[in-house]
């Protein structure tokens, strides 16, 4: 390739770089990423620990596959992609130790598989980097190993983007297509809202491009994945409008509400921040937060210099549009939901870090170097800083539960058996029983269910100490079981004084 002969050391081999053909790399840049994978692996099985016990959520998608336990309510924005990717050991097991090993092991390979379709768009360092920087925020290494569909919708999106990218600058390769088709569909199987934010920029360009056949896979891909939650909305819901309306309902409503703060208060290790009040974490836990997209920007930059700025300004418009909703049209925030934003702004802000450490001159060489290396090693601190504390505080949330599964049992409420009440779900899924709620967002019975169910096995109705029951079991003999009170509805099931 020729180039002016002013023309700058760093664009002319960034240009050059950018001509060859996305072909099979170096196996020196496969294995460093598998390394990567590893290590990603090991973190989280050492820092999460395959013990900690099933959440809320994880409840919710994982029983609706499992033989040894009622499946409980699957409400409207749910979507079975989880469900699905668990059902290779929950099907059988009801080990949360294997469980844990076996998603950990899967998001490792995720990773190390999303991160090889960018080969050849950026230098391995970079793609080390990145994976690296989206592999130990906090939010991933604890969200990897649970049975959440965030993190697969980040892994879908780097796949789907990166691949789009790669048939476009080779047309003729069948495998980047079909590589489309299959992050598409991981998205939409997961979330296929967030798969549809995702993928708005890149049906654009396909359009605008006039590449019928990626467009055609990225729509095959979202179709592959979200028919069967558009089956299931009109098999349970009502209809699809009736579904993505009881979705808005139960999500507080959608609209334009600003939820940049409730983002921020949850980036101290909140994973529900709903409602999203309380002070702000301290500043050197959400600093990294603002320098973000001040990387994403230098990168963009130095991509745009480099004459190579669409391999960045793709996964940079994809990020934006995917945190959009989670930003600004609810009222509450979780910091999984940004998950394939950061995954996707990994890669302009990794091409940027390498840049500020290769690029400079003179005496700002090392001065950048050390400055970045510090910012590097504090930023990996307060990550895993924030990761321990939220473990903990889940394993202690989870263990009560188990303690208040473990008191029910001694109140003869066991299989086959009805919790309802304050967390029903989770103390439902602990003790082995069905969960049900007469009013809320998980509504799945009315009071004359639960009163025809106590006829027949045991039913217990959970408050708070000092909590209000339920009208159908104000009369119900009370017991304080841990933090709660319990009452068990009177019958041949209810327990002796």
């Not at 029910?408 to 003790?431: A, D, F, K, Q, W």
């Amino acid at each position: 390739m020729t180039h002016g002969a002013g023309a700058p050391p760093t664009v002319t081999r960034r240009s050059e770089e950018s001509s060859r053909p996305a072909g099979p790399r170096p196996a020196r840049d496969t294995r460093a990423l598998a390394v990567l994978a590893a290590v990603f692996t090991l973190a989280q099985l050492a820092l999460v620990r395959p013990t900690l016990g099933l959440g809320w959520d994880e409840i919710v998608y994982t029983s609706q596959v499992t033989t040894h336990h009622p499946a409980a309510f699957f409400s409207a924005p749910r979507s079975r992609g989880v469900s699905l990717l668990v059902a290779p050991v929950a099907s059988w097991s009801d080990s949360t130790v294997l469980l844990r090993i076996y998603l950990a092991l899967l998001s490792g390979l995720g990773l190390y598989l999303a991160l090889r379709v960018w080969r050849g768009l950026f230098p391995a360092p970079v793609l080390v980097t990145a994976g690296a920087f989206f592999a130990f925020l906090w939010v991933t290494l604890f969200y990897g190993p649970q049975a959440m569909p965030n993190y697969w919708v980040a892994i879908g999106a780097l796949i789907a983007v990166g691949a789009f990218l790669r048939h476009r600058r080779d047309p003729s390769s069948a495998g980047t297509l079909w590589a489309v088709v299959a992050g598409a569909a991981l998205m939409a199987w997961m979330r296929p809202t967030d798969a549809v934010w995702v993928s708005v920029p890149l049906l654009v360009l396909a359009a605008a491009w006039r590449r019928p056949r990626l467009l055609a896979a990225l729509v095959g891909g979202l179709l592959a994945g979200g028919v069967p939650w558009v089956i299931e909305a009109y098999a349970s819901f009502g209809g699809l409008s009736e579904r993505l309306a009881e979705a808005s309902r139960i999500q507080g409503g959608l609209g334009l509400h600003m939820a940049v703060d409730d983002q921020l208060r949850s980036l101290g290790g909140r994973a529900l921040c709903r409602p999203c009040t309380g002070e702000m974490p301290h500043p050197v836990v959400t600093l990294w937060w603002f320098v973000l997209p001040l990387l994403a920007v230098l990168g963009l930059v130095v991509a745009v210099r480099a004459h190579r700025a669409l391999r960045t300004v793709v996964p940079l418009v994809c990020a934006v549009t995917a945190a959009l909703p989670y930003l600004f049209t609810i009222e509450y925030a979780a910091p999984r939901f940004l998950q394939p934003a950061y995954a996707l702004l990994a890669l302009p802000v990794a091409d940027a870090l390498w840049y500020l450490v290769t690029a400079p001159r003179g005496r700002w060489r090392p001065v950048l170097r050390g400055v970045v290396a510090v910012g590097l090693a504090g930023h990996l601190a307060v990550q895993l800083t924030v990761l321990v504390h939220t473990v903990n505080r889940s394993d202690a949330s989870r263990q009560d539960w188990a303690r208040t599964a473990e008191g029910l049992h001694r109140l003869g409420v066991r299989p086959p058996c009805l919790v309802t009440g304050h967390e029903s779900i989770p103390i439902g899924y602990y003790t082995g029983c069905s969960s049900g709620a007469t009013a809320g967002n998980n509504e799945n019975m009315t009071a004359a269910d639960v009163r025809r169910t106590a006829g027949r096995v045991p039913v217990a109705e959970i408050t708070r100490v000092g909590g209000r029951p339920n009208a159908y079991a104000r009369t119900w003999p009370v017991h304080r079981v841990e933090d709660y009170e319990i009452r068990v509805a009177p019958g041949p099931h209810a327990p002796r004084e």
